[in-house]
T-cell receptor, first 111, second 114 residues
Framework: GQQVMQIPQYQHVQEGEDFTTYCNSSTTLSNIQWYKQRPGGHPVFLIQLVKSGEVKKQKRLTFQFGEAKKNSSLHITATQTTDVGTYFCAGPQTSYDKVIFGPGTSLSVIP | DGGITQSPKYLFRKEGQNVTLSCEQNLNHDAMYWYRQDPGQGLRLIYYSQIVNDFQKGDIAEGYSVSREKKESFPLTVTSAQKNPTAFYLC?????????????FGDGTRLSIL
């Protein structure tokens, strides 16, 4: 069946450093979604990418969808302590499928 | 204020006991979902429902049951058959499953064994 993987599993960075997490699917995705879960909280939707090669920015966050629509990345520039949490990617194989979540990347920011 | 309400926030289960977790949404969403999250782990789908009176098993449905009698409500019962129920349970909803719309999550219920 479809699998969605993320690397790294954990990342510790000094405040001000950049951070990138990568998401890879075993099958082509119709779209990719990114969520953030703060410690003790619930996942919150960040963004959805639909087109091959699409790049979207939200302030210091840059999201990219691969040309083959099988991978995606989230890059955070100059991390802040407010960026702490687990970042999940999620995507369906087709637009009629339920979404499959990746295992997440947990980000720690050292002040 | 629109959103998803899960209750209770914390729940304790005795051996052999069934417990029911509540999930209510006022977003007028068609689709609702239940996920289980273990410490340091991702989200695993238990059940989902695309429409009232219809639901499908997810990846880890054994030991759980659901109902969808009303659009706004999707309760989850953790039965005594679920031998390892201690986890964080998250309910979510989306406009519909088709088109894989973004999901909105409740605050979750933490279930522990007594």
């Amino acid at each position: 069946g479809q699998q969605v993987m993320q690397i790294p599993q954990y990342q510790h960075v000094q405040e001000g450093e950049d951070f990138t997490t990568y998401c890879n699917s075993s099958t082509t995705l119709s779209n990719i979604q990114w969520y953030k879960q703060r410690p003790g909280g619930h996942p919150v939707f960040l963004i959805q990418l639909v087109k091959s090669g699409e790049v979207k920015k939200q302030k210091r966050l840059t999201f990219q969808f691969g040309e083959a629509k099988k991978n995606s990345s989230l890059h955070i520039t100059a991390t802040q302590t407010t960026d702490v949490g687990t970042y999940f990617c999620a995507g369906p194989q087709t637009s009629y499928d339920k979404v499959i979540f990746g295992p997440g990347t947990s980000l720690s920011v050292i002040p | 204020d629109g959103g998803i309400t899960q209750s209770p926030k914390y729940l304790f289960r005795k051996e052999g006991q069934n417990v029911t977790l509540s999930c209510e949404q006022n977003l007028n969403h068609d689709a609702m979902y239940w996920y289980r999250q273990d410490p340091g782990q991702g989200l695993r789908l238990i059940y989902y429902s695309q429409i009232v009176n219809d639901f499908q098993k997810g990846d880890i449905a054994e030991g759980y049951s659901v109902s969808r009698e009303k659009k706004e409500s999707f309760p989850l019962t953790v039965t005594s058959a679920q031998k390892n129920p201690t986890a964080f349970y998250l309910c979510a909803s989306s406009i519909q499953t088709q088109g894989a719309q973004p999901q909105h999550f409740g605050d979750g219920t933490r279930l522990s064994i007594l």
